[in-house]
């Protein structure tokens, strides 16, 4: 290590002496700190620092994990520790909530991993990245090639997994559960989403029935009052706009049903369809938080 040091210093004193410009000599002067560091940042070092940035994310420092992980990166000139470092960067980017630069250090892992578990790893977190994301197509399509790789065939189960969480963010529920049941894992997230699917509303079906009798696509949501009272408004004005046409006053029996009886009966619909879509959310997101705090497998 004094032969080392020294070797280094001599270097050091080198190329300070070259004659040149002093913007010239500033940058050597950075060039050769850099290589003098690395040169006394051993293996030793290099693993502690990986251990520390690993503990602070144990910690949930993610943000100091971050920092001393990216020092690494810099010291490890041979890239020994460039895959764990890039892997542990990802996840406490993934943490903190910033899933765009999780994804880049990801993807960085992706395009220097030395074994095909590295590879299944480092790709299998960007897919799951790009499902909380809710690019749903472009995580489709990164398991179908991960599939196509003979080094996985394999792990069929966890592909079809993948594609139930992804499927489930997409809100196609029913879909969802159908991989989950193709991916040979317990049964509890098939059934979990059957029965959301069942639980939710038809948008279709709401609007349909209001368009055949007011205010039935709100009792069929569970809007009750808004439902009567929707009724009894379309009731209401289709027997004014009736009884002026019977009266022979034309004139106001097209104002009834231009402007009254056309509003609340279109207004009817399209209170369905809000009811029925505002229900669903309802229903979804309190699916998605129990998932969240009480599912214990494993998710995006």
């Known amino acids: 290590m004094t032969l080392l040091k020294n070797e280094n210093m001599h270097f050091l004193t080198t190329l300070f002496n070259i004659k040149g410009s002093s913007f010239f000599h500033l940058f050597k002067g950075v060039i050769a700190f850099l290589v003098f560091s690395a040169s006394l940042y051993g293996q030793t070092p290099l693993r502690e620092q990986f251990e520390y940035s690993e503990k602070l994310y144990s910690e949930e420092y993610y943000f100091d994990a971050i920092t001393e992980a990216k020092r690494l990166k810099l010291f490890d000139i041979e890239r020994e520790y460039e895959f764990l470092a890039n892997m542990l960067i990802g996840n406490s980017y993934k943490k903190g909530g910033h899933l765009t630069e999780a994804a880049d250090y990801f993807t960085k892992a992706i395009m220097c991993h030395k074994t095909k578990e590295e590879l299944y790893t480092s790709k299998t977190e960007l897919i799951k990245i790009n499902i909380l994301r809710r690019r749903i197509h472009l995580a489709l399509k990164q398991i179908s090639e991960l599939e ?118 279109v207004g009817n619909v399209m209170n369905a369809e809000s009811f029925a879509i505002s229900k669903n959310k309802d229903i979804i997101n309190k699916a998605m938080l129990y998932l969240q705090t009480n599912y214990e497998g494993k998710k995006p």
Do not use: M
Request: charged letters at 15%; one cysteine or more; glycine letters at 8%.
């Open 148 to 265: 196509a790789d003979t080094a996985f065939y394999e792990l069929k189960n966890e592909f079809n997994y993948w594609r139930g969480w992804a499927h489930i963010f997409n809100d196609d529920w029913e879909k969802g559960g159908y991989y989950f049941g193709l991916s040979d894992s317990t049964d509890y997230l098939e059934n979990f989403c059957f029965n959301i699917e069942n639980q939710k509303y038809s948008v279709t079906f709401a609007k349909a029935i209001s368009y055949v009798l007011p205010g039935a696509g709100q009792i069929y949501t569970g809007e009750y009052l808004n439902g009567v009272l929707s009724l009894g408004w379309n009731l209401f004005s289709a027997y004014v706009t009736i009884n002026s046409f019977i009266a022979e006053r034309v004139f106001d029996g097209f104002i009834s049903l231009s402007f009254f009886w056309s509003r609340f009966y």
